[in-house]
């Protein structure tokens, strides 16, 4: 198929997307639990917006050519890497969906794709979309499955060329060993994080701590790159505290398809019983329980937006990706100090700076090891802006042009010239 030919059909696909819009985002809510306006009016949008980015670099891509030290005639050739295997996670699965499939397709890959068993329905619904905008059939391919079986066994197929996984750490480097014994098949991973938020001694405070909390507790709190480390500077750390308190206690908790509703119930049993495990330590290792720490109701799988203060950078708290709705608060007095301890972390995904002095701003964006830094902002995912992590946060980058490359191989293809006029 012609990269023209691919990028009309993607382009379909997304007029699709727009058109069953609220449909889409209804199944989103039944599977994840968030909230379905937060569904409907930006994550199905963003899908709809990454597919027709993608559309646009399907006929785009392009080798090059090359100067050789010779009578040569030297280019690359840039192809489609091959069978690409994607393993998807449960906190936004039509996001990452859009993710892993828009590159994949723009580079003329065929997809096996793996949905989290928590969340199966929007990519199944939106694929036979997808094969409606056109697709042939065998291109996308989506297996339904428990990740020790499904996931084991596409991670470890010897005739999947590439392998992208978005989830834990943990079954990163499960799913990174497997592609090793099997065919060494390339691996991007895009895996967990306790992304600092740094409010500096000028914050606007009101402004700061409405940002702190939406970096943490949006999506539940179910984020990868989550602010989980509010470090606040010890000038403006009391005010912060009862700003923060205040909004966590106003935000508005229950039945996602309601209007108004900020927070919906988290995935499932498991992560309700880890998030409130990680509350009892906190409790128990010395942090202050400013609000919520428990349940809300009887029914459901509810937490109270929870915050602590007095938060010590050795507490599990401070260390782990909780992965819920929980704020932890710590202070700070200098710039060289935040950035050792933002620094001090097995996670480097991304890290969020809040200041109006552009020389702080300078020295951190450069000082932090991690794959985003937003300043006076949060959560912008533009279908543009590449996304990935440092250290045990991942390898390689999603969205943008850079994601590209990860389904793609570069030939070189080298041709004696016979009495060239130049070279």
């Excluded at 450069?366 to 912008?380: E, K, M, Q, S, Y």
């Amino acid at each position: 198929m012609t990269a023209y030919e691919r990028s009309k059909i993607i382009l379909r696909f997304a007029d699709l997307l727009e058109r069953h819009n609220d449909e889409i985002a209804a199944l989103e809510t039944w599977d994840n639990g968030k909230p379905f306006e937060q569904s409907a009016q930006t994550e199905v949008p963003m899908t709809t917006r990454l597919f027709r980015y993608y559309a646009g670099w399907a006929d785009k891509i392009q080798g090059l050519t090359a100067p050789a030290d010779g009578p040569y005639h030297v280019q690359t050739l840039h192809e489609p890497i091959g069978v690409a295997g994607q393993i998807i996670p449960w906190n936004f699965p039509l996001l990452m969906f859009a993710w892993k499939v828009g590159p994949a397709l723009a580079c003329g890959n065929t997809i096996v794709l793996k949905t989290a068993e928590q969340t199966p329905l929007s990519a199944l619904y939106v694929s036979k979309l997808l094969h409606e905008a056109g697709l042939p059939p065998g291109v996308l391919n989506i297996v339904s499955g428990y990740g020790p079986t499904a996931g084991a066994a596409l991670a470890s197929h010897m005739e999947v060329d590439k392998l992208a996984f978005t989830g834990s750490t943990t079954t990163g480097k499960i799913v990174l060993q497997l592609a090793a014994k099997s065919n060494l098949k390339p691996v991007t991973l895009e895996l967990g994080g306790k992304s600092p938020f740094i409010v500096c001694e000028d914050a606007d405070v009101d402004k700061a701590a409405e940002l702190a909390h939406y970096a943490l507790f949006f999506n539940q709190g179910q984020c990868c790159c989550a602010g989980s480390r509010t470090f606040v500077h010890e000038s403006v750390y009391d005010q912060f505290v009862e700003k923060a308190n205040a909004l966590a206690m106003k935000r508005v908790v229950g039945d996602p398809f309601k209007g108004g509703i900020q927070q919906g119930p988290q995935i499932d049993s498991e992560q309700f019983e880890k998030i409130l495990k990680y509350i009892r330590s906190g409790v128990d290792g010395g942090a202050k329980l400013e609000t919520g720490g428990e349940r809300l109701g009887s029914k459901g799988y509810y937490i109270k937006p929870t915050v602590f203060t007095d938060v010590k950078d050795d507490m599990l708290i401070a260390k782990d990706e909780i992965f819920g709705p929980v704020q932890s608060i710590l202070k700070y007095k200098d710039l060289d100090e935040v950035i050792q301890r933002s620094n001090a972390s097995q996670y480097g995904l991304a890290a969020g700076v809040f200041t109006h002095n552009l020389d702080t701003a300078n020295t951190l964006m450069r000082a932090l090891r991690v794959g985003t830094v937003w300043i006076n902002c949060f959560d912008v995912f533009d279908a543009a802006i590449p996304f990935g992590g440092y250290k045990q946060s991942g390898q390689g980058r999603e969205k943008s042009f850079y994601s590209l490359s990860n389904y793609l191989q570069v030939k070189a293809v080298v041709t004696a010239l016979k009495n060239p006029a130049w070279l």
